[in-house]
């Protein structure tokens, strides 16, 4: 049976798809990001451009809302040259009843050459890449709440930019973990990356039930689990996966785990402030936080376009890449 993580690779031991942050090492999330270092700097070039992906398609199949990933992929994919196609899913032919993987059949028919794939299925982008034909490669954009791994390099190279050194680090992830596929992708691109400390802030009802497997400390209030921390990232209240009330009410979160510049003093002076998005003030962070000095929650959404670049650009110059 094929995981997640074995399918990554190719017989020559090449990233051919990125579906999930488990079974890579630091080795490439090290290169990952350095790579993400030239692109990055390419922000600031007139012209912003590289003819790397020129020739090759990449299609962006969301079925499910984003503004931040799909947007950044489609402008990371452009940067490097490639046509880019914007699936609308909701005037495609699966709303007439066809199936994922025929519309995966059809649009490989096209020649294309990498899917983004959003689905709100855990295991929907994996499914994919065991179908679709050698040489074509697959980029999990975010499944249900199993991982978004591009989330959390885009997240991994915001804290080197502004920490360097992962090992001296204690790290607070703040919120709802249990429908999270950020944090989970977080968690373990932490602990590759060595940190010293991975820290869960939330209520019992927001954490899995196997939270101490995940290699974190666990903490029940911001008083307590903020002391100390280097680099401090917020969640939202994940909605759209919950079943049934976890929660009092939103207000009555925020009192106890909103974080507002009052709680922040707690964590190191020199704390970061980060937040995949979108926001929700009010809810988990306040206003004065979200837009403070500490906060790096655009700078993230900026990183996520030379991350984007860096994976594509590995993934599609993986020798012994062809058609059939
Ligand atoms: N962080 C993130 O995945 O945001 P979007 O849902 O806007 O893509």
Redesign the pocket.
């Known amino acids: 049976m094929t995981t997640p993580h074995s399918l990554q690779f190719n017989s020559d031991h090449q990233l051919q798809h990125l579906l999930s942050i488990e079974g890579l090492d630091q080795r490439l999330l090290t290169e990952i990001m350095d790579n993400a270092e030239s692109f990055a700097s390419l922000a600031n070039q007139p012209v912003k451009k590289y003819p790397i992906l020129r020739g090759k398609t990449v299609v962006n199949l969301?079925f499910?809302?984003?503004?931040?990933?799909?947007?950044?992929f489609e402008l990371a994919a452009k940067r490097l040259s490639a046509d880019v196609i914007n699936m609308n899913i909701a005037t495609s032919a699966t709303s007439k009843g066809e199936s994922l993987l025929d519309t995966i059949r059809n649009l490989e028919a096209m020649h294309v050459d990498m899917f983004v794939i959003?689905h709100a299925l855990s295991g929907a982008a994996h499914f994919i890449a065991q179908h679709v034909a050698p040489g074509i490669s697959v980029i999990n954009?975010?499944d249900g709440n199993h991982a978004?791994p591009t989330?959390a390099l885009l997240d991994m190279f915001t804290i080197r930019r502004h920490k360097n050194d992962f090992s001296s680090l204690r790290i607070a992830i703040i919120g709802d973990i249990l429908h999270s596929r950020?944090a989970r992708s977080q968690i373990q691109a932490l602990s590759i990356l060595g940190a010293k400390e991975i820290r869960v802030i939330a209520p019992k009802t927001l954490l899995p039930i196997e939270v101490n497997a995940l290699g974190v400390s666990v903490s029940h209030t911001l008083e307590e689990g903020l002391q100390d921390i280097d680099v401090v990232i917020m969640l939202r209240l994940q909605k759209e996966r919950m079943s049934g009330a976890l929660l009092p009410s939103e207000s009555e979160y925020f009192n106890c785990f909103g974080l507002t510049q009052e709680k922040l003093a707690i964590a190191k002076p020199d704390a970061i402030v980060m937040h995949?998005?979108?926001i929700n003030r009010g809810v988990e962070i306040s206003s004065e936080v979200a837009d403070g000095p500490q906060s790096v929650i655009l700078q993230?959404?900026s990183y996520?376009i030379a991350i984007r670049m860096a994976i594509m650009s590995l993934i599609m110059q993986t020798p012994g890449r062809h058609h059939t």
């Open positions: 969301f499910e809302n984003s503004t931040r990933t799909r947007t950044t959003r954009a975010g978004h989330q950020v995949p998005g979108p993230q959404v996520g």
